[in-house]
């Protein structure tokens, strides 16, 4: 029942970015937390997220992934503060689109038609008093003014469908669905618009092991299916190595290493990394089924 890891299937399997065209440019991006003592939460970061693209960014709590990936999307709040760097957005209409410079409207807008986010403890985040079906009708009535009602339901279903949720869901309230489900109607509402990238902070931390791989094959099918960019962070090494085309390591808000999975299994360069591979007893035990093709060990 020992599922071989990606890396050790065929090391070549994936990991390539030749040939894409990048969707997403951090260059040296750096974050405080104003409070007394400065917190420097992310250091002088440069990242580049291509088209279809599964980014995995590791490390251990604390190190800035969070801080990061918020930065990127233009979340932060008070005491945060983006101190300096450029972070563009590669529109697949071929503008490019300075993320420091949107605000307000312009800036809502654009969050989930072209990057959306799954946060970490999302499934919590779903409205308690309106159902499902409100809720993504909600994402259309701001988003796409346009659509008629009856597009909204038909939409809705559709992507209800393709998480694998019964479209007979929409009728429900959150507290009437699994951990699981609900994860899972929050990826839906992240993909409701299309977006060019998904931004999974720790997106099935909270789930047992199996719900947990479930939804992860469904996330590989639909990047497969729509082709958006992915930045998938958890402190889970082991996961990423299995889900990931290059995976970047953090270590106290800076990016110590960035390569591609088969390379960070095989031949991770810096000290912090084959120290995160080697306190992960996983890697040589029991992962179940394998996540990336759905092969079964
Ligand atoms: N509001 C805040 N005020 C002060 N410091 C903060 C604040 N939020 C986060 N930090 C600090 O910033 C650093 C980075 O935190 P961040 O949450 O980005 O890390 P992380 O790698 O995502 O961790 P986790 O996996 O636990 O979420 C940590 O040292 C944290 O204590």
Not at 44 to 60: K, M, Y
Not at 222 to 244: C, G, K, Q, W
Not at 261 to 267: D, G, M, R, S
Request: proline share 5%; hydrophobic share 40%; net charge negative.
């Amino acid at each position: 029942m020992n599922a071989p890891l990606a890396a050790e299937r065929s090391p070549a399997a994936h990991g390539s970015v030749d040939g894409r065209e990048p969707v997403l440019t951090a260059r040296n991006v750096s974050v405080d937390y104003e409070v007394s003592p400065v917190v420097h939460a992310v250091r002088d970061v440069s990242i580049t997220l291509h088209r279809g693209e599964i980014l995995g960014l590791a490390g251990e709590s604390g190190c800035g992934k969070t801080t990061l990936a918020y930065g990127i999307n233009q979340l932060l709040r008070p005491p945060a503060n983006l101190t300096s760097g450029e972070i563009t957005f590669h529109d697949q209409d071929g503008t490019d689109v300075d993320l420091r410079r949107l605000e307000g409207e312009a800036l809502r807008a654009f969050r989930w038609d072209k990057i959306s986010m799954v946060f970490q403890g999302a499934m919590n985040s779903l409205n308690p008093v309106i159902t499902i079906r409100a809720q993504l009708h909600d994402v259309f009535t701001t988003h796409r003014p346009g659509m008629t009602k009856k597009q909204k339901e038909e939409r809705s279903q559709e992507l209800l469908r393709k998480v694998g949720v019964d479209p007979n869901r929409l009728d429900s309230y959150a507290h009437q669905l699994s951990g699981g489900m609900r994860q899972r109607v929050m990826i839906a509402m992240a993909l409701a618009l299309n977006p060019q990238v998904m931004i999974m902070d720790e997106p099935t931390t909270a789930l047992d092991v199996v719900v947990q791989r479930g939804i992860l094959r469904e996330i590989m099918r639909l990047r497969e299916e729509f082709n958006f960019a992915v930045v998938f962070i958890t402190h889970d090494l082991p996961l990423l190595l299995e889900i990931s085309d290059r995976i970047a390591v953090m270590l106290q808000g800076e990016i110590v290493e960035l390569d591609t999975a088969a390379n960070i299994y095989e031949n991770a360069q810096h000290p912090y990394t084959r120290r995160l591979l080697s306190s992960f007893p996983s890697l040589t035990g029991d992962r179940g089924s394998f996540i990336r093709t759905g092969e079964e060990a």
